[in-house]
């Protein structure tokens, strides 16, 4: 990467979602991806499936795709990253979220990004530094009970990772959130073996310049 490009802001990013996962972007393409999802879970039917029942297959499928979508437009999304294959015959119940970019002031006219990054970990438990391509990144974990009153039907394990982007004028801010249902007596290594697949799926972050 030359001089120049680091004193510009990245147009965008990379991330390499694991094998089996699909992209479906919020902003434009999205019916053409959730389309595209559900022909193949159709296609990956097992033998022996009704015929008279796959229609019906599609269209829960078909429904289920626009809820999850509808909610991570809701949540500020701009990308959303989602299993589409069985693992060892299961289903994994989790997602990604790449919200669009926040700006947020800076603690002092003089300081930095790193400031913000530091003052928010101050306040978020369980929260620590990480690098992500050469930027300082915040990560944070935690499980989140459900809760009716708040819109939370079920309880799930949820990650995040916040992420300046560099030389953005004003400072702007990236956030990527992982989250997978926890089913009740669910065994909590399960999940933790699911947020090491997020941490390795940031570890393919990287800015583009194009």
Same mark, same amino acid.
């Given at each position: 990467?030359?001089?120049?490009?680091?004193?510009?802001?990245?147009?965008?990013?990379?991330?390499?979602?694991?094998?089996?996962?699909?992209?479906?972007?919020?902003?434009?393409?999205?019916?053409?991806?959730?389309?595209?999802?559900?022909?193949?879970?159709?296609?990956?039917?097992?033998?022996?499936?009704?015929?008279?029942?796959?229609?019906? %297959?599609?269209?829960?499928?078909?429904?289920?795709?626009?809820?999850?979508?509808? /909610?991570?437009? %809701?949540?500020?999304?701009?990308?959303?990253?989602?299993?589409?294959?069985?693992?060892?015959?299961?289903?994994?119940?989790?997602?990604?979220? %790449?919200?669009?970019?926040?700006?947020?002031?800076?603690?002092?006219?003089?300081?930095?990004?790193?400031?913000?990054?530091?003052?928010?970990?101050?306040?978020?438990?369980?929260?620590?530094?990480?690098?992500?391509?050469?930027?300082?990144?915040?990560?944070?974990? /935690?499980?989140?009970?459900?809760?009716?009153?708040?819109?939370?039907?079920?309880?799930?394990?949820?990650?995040?990772?916040?992420?300046?982007?560099?030389?953005?004028?004003?400072?702007?801010?990236?956030?990527?959130?992982?989250?997978?249902?926890?089913?009740?007596?669910?065994?909590?290594?399960?999940?933790?073996?699911?947020?090491?697949?997020?941490?390795?799926?940031?570890?393919?972050?990287?800015?583009?310049?194009?």
């Amino acid at each position: 990467m030359t001089t120049a490009e680091h004193r510009r802001a990245p147009t965008g990013f990379n991330l390499v979602p694991p094998p089996g996962w699909d992209v479906i972007p919020l902003h434009t393409g999205t019916q053409e991806a959730m389309d595209l999802i559900v022909r193949k879970a159709i296609a990956q039917l097992p033998v022996g499936f009704p015929k008279d029942d796959i229609p019906k %297959a599609r269209l829960k499928l078909t429904q289920e795709m626009k809820k999850v979508v509808r /909610r991570a437009g %809701a949540k500020g999304g701009m990308t959303l990253y989602l299993p589409t294959e069985r693992l060892h015959g299961v289903a994994l119940p989790v997602s990604i979220i %790449a919200s669009e970019p926040i700006e947020i002031p800076r603690v002092r006219p003089d300081s930095g990004p790193e400031a913000v990054l530091l003052a928010l970990a101050s306040e978020t438990s369980g929260a620590e530094m990480r690098e992500l391509d050469d930027t300082a990144a915040l990560r944070s974990e /935690r499980d989140v009970p459900a809760d009716a009153a708040q819109g939370i039907d079920v309880a799930h394990r949820q990650a995040e990772y916040f992420v300046p982007i560099p030389d953005s004028t004003p400072d702007q801010y990236l956030t990527f959130s992982f989250s997978a249902l926890i089913a009740p007596g669910s065994d909590p290594a399960f999940y933790d073996t699911l947020v090491e697949l997020f941490d390795a799926v940031m570890g393919t972050f990287r800015w583009s310049y194009a």
